[in-house]
C-alpha cells in the first residue's frame, strides 16, 4: 500500500468550498415521503460527515444533494452563481469494462479536458493513489480496495469542489479503509467540500468536522464533531451512540 | 461412392471448384455486408431506446422484438415490390442483383440486433447511470461509452444476427432469383439442387455452409474469450 501523504504541489486553489443550502427539501416520489422536509446549510471546513440508521435517507440526502435525484418540494442550492463541479464516490464503486487508465482518461474526456493532457492527468492520478503499477490493468479485476481507490482517483482527476462519498469503506479491509480515509482528507485539505455518510462510529470520529444526523427522513441534528460525539443533543442521536436500535 | 454427401463435401472442396468457390464468396459477401450494414444501424438504434423516454417507447420496443421473427418471404416480398419495375424505387434497378439481396437481409437482420442490443444496453445502464449522471454526462454522450461497454455481449448479438442472415433463403431467392453466377448463394443452391434430385450435392452444399458458419462463430467465440480473459 502507498502512501497517500505525498506533499502538494497542485493547482487547485485554496478557496472557502462552495456551502450547499437545502431549503424544505422533500422527496417523495409516488407520494411516499422518504425524505424531508427539512431544511439546514453544510458552510463549515467540513469534512461533513451524515450519520444515522439504514433506512434514515443518507443515501438519499447525498443524491439530492448531487442532482442524481430531484427533490419533490424545495430547494438544494449552492453558494455562487452556479452549482461547483462535483464529483461522487459510491459505495460499490462503478467502473467501466476497460483499464483503470482508460477509466479516468474517459471521466476526463466526458469533461471536455483536451485529448493532449488526459493521459498525463490521468496518470498524475493514479500515481497519487498509488495505482501507477495497475494503469493497464482491466478495472474489474481490481481487489475491491484498488476499485475504490481507482474512484477515488477519477473523482480527483475531475479536481471537484465537493465530493460526496456514500460509504465508500463499507466493504473495505482496514488497510483500504485506512487508505480511503487518508484520501479523503487530501481532498478535505485541497479545500474541497466533503460530504460523508458512514456506519462506522470510529470512522466518523477520525474523520469529521460536523455530523449531519438523520432519523426517519429528518435532519436531528446537525453540529460539530466534538459536541456529537461528547454530548449530542437530540434523543435520536443519544440512542445510536449508545448502540441502541433506532427507527 | 460419388452418392455419398460427406464425399461430395470433401471434394467440392478439394477440387475448389469454381462455381463453387463463386456461390461461397458471395454468400459471405452478401451476409457479412448485411451484418455490417445493420449493425451500424441496429446497435445505435437500440442503444437509442434503452436511453431514451419517449412516446410510444413500448410499442417500439413491442414491434422490434416482434420483427425478430419477421417471414423471410414477407421480407422478400416487401422488397421485391420495393424494387420491381414499377415500385417507388424501381429505378435503381436493383432487383436481382446481390444489392437487393443485401437489402432484404439487413431488413431481416436488423429488428434482431436492435433489439438484443436495446436489451444489453439497458442492463448495463442500470448499472452506470449514477455514476454517468455524476459525471455530468449527457444521454448521446452515453451511447458510445455504453455500446463499447457492452462489447462482448454485442458480439454475441452480432453472430445471432449473421447466423440469421446466413441461414436464409425465401428471401434472397425472391429478390435475388438464384441466378448462376450472378446471385446464386449457398441456400439457394440447396434449394435448387434438391428439387432437382441432386441430394449429395445439395447436402455437400450443406455441409460446406454449415461448415463456414460453425468456422466464423469459433473464431468469435475464440477472439471474444481472449479479450474476456484480458479486460475481466
Known amino acids: ?247 | 461412392m460419388e452418392d455419398n454427401a460427406f464425399y461430395v463435401a470433401l471434394s467440392l472442396l478439394v477440387n475448389l471448384d469454381a462455381s463453387l468457390y463463386q456461390i461461397v464468396v458471395l454468400s459471405l459477401q452478401v451476409s457479412l455486408l448485411a451484418v455490417l450494414i445493420a449493425a451500424t444501424l441496429g446497435f445505435p438504434l437500440g442503444a437509442a431506446v434503452a436511453l431514451w423516454q419517449f412516446p410510444g417507447r413500448g410499442g417500439v420496443i413491442v414491434a422490434l422484438n416482434a420483427l425478430m421473427g419477421l417471414p423471410p418471404v414477407v421480407a422478400g416480398l416487401g422488397v421485391y415490390l420495393l424494387l420491381s419495375r414499377a415500385g417507388p424505387l424501381g429505378e435503381l434497378g436493383l432487383l436481382f442483383t446481390p444489392g437487393a439481396m443485401v437489402i432484404a437481409q439487413v431488413i431481416l437482420v436488423l429488428p434482431i440486433l436492435a433489439a438484443l442490443s436495446r436489451q444489453k444496453v439497458e442492463e448495463l445502464l442500470g448499472e452506470y447511470r449514477e455514476q454517468f449522471v455524476s459525471l455530468g454526462m449527457s444521454r448521446a454522450r452515453m451511447m458510445p461509452t455504453l455500446l463499447w461497454d457492452a462489447r462482448f455481449a454485442l458480439l454475441t448479438v452480432l453472430l445471432a444476427g449473421f447466423g440469421r442472415a446466413s441461414a436464409e433463403v425465401g428471401a434472397v431467392m425472391m429478390v435475388g432469383g438464384n441466378i448462376d453466377g450472378v446471385t446464386r448463394v449457398m441456400t439457394t443452391a440447396i434449394v435448387l439442387e434438391t428439387s432437382k434430385g441432386a441430394l449429395p450435392l445439395a447436402l455437400g452444399l450443406g455441409i460446406v455452409l454449415l461448415t463456414l458458419v460453425m468456422a466464423i462463430n469459433a473464431t468469435a467465440y475464440i477472439l471474444s474469450e481472449m479479450a474476456k480473459r484480458r479486460m475481466g
Open chain 1, 1 to 247: 500500500m502507498t502512501s497517500l501523504n505525498v506533499p502538494l504541489n497542485n493547482s487547485i486553489e485554496l478557496s472557502a468550498p462552495p456551502s450547499l443550502r437545502f431549503e424544505n427539501v422533500e422527496f417523495n416520489p409516488f407520494g411516499h415521503r422518504l425524505f424531508g422536509p427539512c431544511s439546514f446549510t453544510l458552510d463549515g471546513p467540513g469534512p461533513t460527515l451524515v450519520m444515522g440508521p439504514n433506512g434514515a435517507g443518507k443515501s438519499l440526502m447525498l443524491r439530492l444533494a448531487h442532482g442524481l435525484l430531484t427533490p419533490t418540494e424545495g430547494a438544494v442550492t449552492w453558494s455562487g452563481t452556479s452549482a461547483p463541479r462535483q464529483a461522487m464516490v459510491f459505495q460499490t464503486p462503478v467502473l467501466l469494462r476497460r483499464s483503470a487508465l482508460a477509466n479516468l482518461r474517459h471521466a476526463l474526456a466526458v469533461n471536455n479536458v483536451p485529448r493532449r493532457l488526459r493521459t498525463e492527468l490521468a496518470l498524475e492520478a493514479l500515481a497519487r493513489f498509488g495505482l501507477s503499477s495497475c494503469a493497464d490493468t482491466p478495472a474489474r479485476v481490481l481487489s475491491g480496495g484498488e476499485k475504490q481507490r481507482l474512484a477515488l482517483a477519477r473523482a480527483w482527476s475531475l479536481s471537484p469542489a465537493v465530493l460526496f462519498l456514500d460509504e465508500p469503506t463499507s466493504a473495505l479491509d482496514p488497510a483500504a479503509i485506512k487508505a480511503v480515509e487518508a484520501a479523503v482528507q487530501e481532498f478535505h485539505k485541497q479545500g474541497t467540500r466533503v460530504v460523508m455518510t458512514t456506519h462506522d462510529l470510529h470512522q466518523a470520529r477520525r474523520l469529521a468536522g460536523d455530523v449531519l444526523f438523520l432519523s426517519e427522513g429528518k435532519v436531528q441534528e446537525h453540529t460539530s464533531a466534538d459536541i456529537f460525539f461528547r454530548a449530542p443533543v437530540s434523543r435520536h442521536a443519544q440512542a445510536y451512540l449508545n448502540g441502541e436500535l433506532v427507527a
